[in-house]
């Protein structure tokens, strides 16, 4: 059996019950063939692969809190320090019911690649909780980042581990966060990214992910000798990642038809109202059903339904597994130029085969979303040399590093001749400086 088949099959034996992790793994390893056969009988020896699935460190603890009716409530913590190879773990915390032990997993192995993509030095890390913010009070909320910190502060800290936002944690969740890790340390350092501007968030931090996708879309577009100016999108999620998509997507030309959250999506053929999310979903924290009131003229449905809408690009912007086989085959009748993966793993192995089977341009997330956690560590570098940077500067500089990783997974894919795979060539790309750094810090 060759070697990657070999770790798959581990992988799956000591997970079980992590089908995200599995998936997230198989889709790598799988895509690194051709890379790890070159090297087999070395990696074999270092056993490199079956350390780099297997995470440097795994915390899991209990966070009690108590409600607004004065009941106890008890969730389960998690941070996966994944592989700190080129720098402190980096990686977001997802506040969310659906969160377990191998959604972290996938995560975190994902932001291995991802943040090595960046160019910058940060490790691959991811945390969380099954807490749903979803319907709680402010002091619900704080009651729960307190309790959370209160157990995590001793694994994190500015040159160690440095979590930020995901789904669930917001701006709101770290400035929370942030007050307790200050109270019970006393240190005054950029623990966190996504914090508030007046507490050493960098401008842009918001908009990163979002914006981010629509520069990597735009250059991967131009490769391919396409103009993203009068295109039209179906954007998924109406989050964090899918507002500021939708807001540079319309800043470079394009038309959003659609949006969505966990009950249901909008079809506004006269072009997503931005503003109107932003004040439905960021100062209401209400549902999708409102936009009517802002658009008479759009359409709300119950359930699933973006990927049924023609138009010339699909930016999964919510969670992963959203864009299944299905989907994929709608699209493609549709005529779908470019599927661009705004969240992590939205799309599934067999979706993502069939898209580009068919010729569609298929970006991937660990490449595609990295904007944010690009930015994030931006604000690390501002916070450690004590000076905040221009909007312009950071935008300026988000722009650089997609248009690099653009470039980066496009020739890393032609190297290996699988020219046009950007799964392969983003996954080849983030490896090589992983593998590099980890053989030379010796069996650790
Ligand atoms: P938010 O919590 O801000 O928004 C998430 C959006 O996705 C909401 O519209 C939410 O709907 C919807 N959603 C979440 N879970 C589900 C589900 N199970 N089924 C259907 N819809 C769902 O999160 P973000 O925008 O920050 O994150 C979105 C995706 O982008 C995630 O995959 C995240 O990991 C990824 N990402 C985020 C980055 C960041 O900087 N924030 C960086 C890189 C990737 P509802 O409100 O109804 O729950
Ligand atoms: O998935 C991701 O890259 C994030 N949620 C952002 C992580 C970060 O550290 O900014």
């Excluded at 319907?135 to 309790?147: H, L, N």
């Excluded at 701006?171 to 109270?183: L, P, S, V, W």
């Excluded at 009068?230 to 989050?239: D, E, I, L």
């Excluded at 549902?287 to 009131?293: C, D, G, P, S």
Aim: charged share 25%; hydrophobic share 40%; net charge negative.
């Amino acid at each position: 059996m060759s070697y990657v088949d070999e770790v798959i099959e581990l992988v799956v034996k000591k997970n079980p019950s992590e089908p995200e992790f599995h998936q997230a793994v198989k889709e790598v390893l799988e895509s690194l063939r051709v890379v790890i056969e070159a090297n087999e009988e070395q990696y074999r020896k270092d056993a490199l692969l079956e350390r780099l699935v297997e995470p440097e460190r795994q915390i899991k603890f209990r966070v009690p809190w108590v409600d607004d009716k004065g009941q106890v409530q008890v969730n389960t913590g998690y941070r996966v320090q994944f592989n700190s190879a080129i720098g402190p773990y980096k990686g977001g915390l997802r506040l969310h019911p659906s969160v377990n032990i191998g959604i972290i997993k996938f995560l975190g192995f994902e932001q291995i690649f991802k943040n090595s993509l960046t160019g910058l030095p940060i490790g691959g890390g991811k945390g969380g909780s099954d807490f749903d913010p979803k319907g709680k009070s402010d002091r619900e909320v704080m009651a729960f980042c307190q309790s959370f910190i209160t157990e995590l502060y001793r694994y994190i800290g500015a040159d160690t581990d440095v979590p930020a936002g995901d789904i669930g944690t917001g701006a709101r969740e770290i400035g929370y966060m942030y007050g307790q890790y200050k109270r019970l340390t006393g240190l005054y350092e950029g623990v966190l990214t996504g914090k508030g501007l007046s507490y050493g968030g960098s401008l842009a931090r918001t908009q990163a992910t979002g914006y981010g996708l629509l520069y990597l879309t735009q250059e991967l577009l131009k490769i391919n000798g396409k103009d993203i100016n009068g295109m039209t999108a179906v954007v998924s999620g109406s989050g964090n990642v899918a507002t500021y998509a939708m807001e540079k997507a319309q800043q470079l030309g394009v038309k959003v038809l659609t949006c969505s959250d966990s009950n249901g999506w909008v079809y506004d053929p006269e072009g997503i109202d931005v503003a109107a999310i932003k004040e439905i979903k960021e100062v209401k924290r209400a549902r999708l059903t409102e936009y009517k009131n802002y658009r008479p003229n759009a359409e709300y449905h119950e359930g699933r339904g973006v990927w049924s809408i023609k138009a010339d690009l699909a930016l999964p912007c919510a969670t992963q597994n959203e864009l299944l086989l299905d989907d994929a085959k709608q699209l493609v009748a549709n005529g779908v130029t470019a599927v661009c993966e705004g969240a992590n793993m939205p799309t599934t192995l067999e979706a993502t085969e069939y898209l580009q089977k068919n010729g569609v341009i298929f970006a991937p997330g660990k490449a595609a979303n990295a904007g944010g956690v690009a930015t994030s560590a931006l604000e690390m570098s501002q916070n450690s040399e004590r000076l905040s940077w221009t909007f312009e500067e950071v935008d300026a500089k988000l722009k650089g590093i997609m248009v690099n990783i653009t470039h980066n997974m496009v020739n890393a894919a032609e190297r290996y001749g699988m020219a046009g795979n950007y799964v392969a060539g983003a996954n080849i790309a983030g490896f090589e400086k992983v593998v590099n750094a980890m053989n030379a810090q010796g069996i650790v």
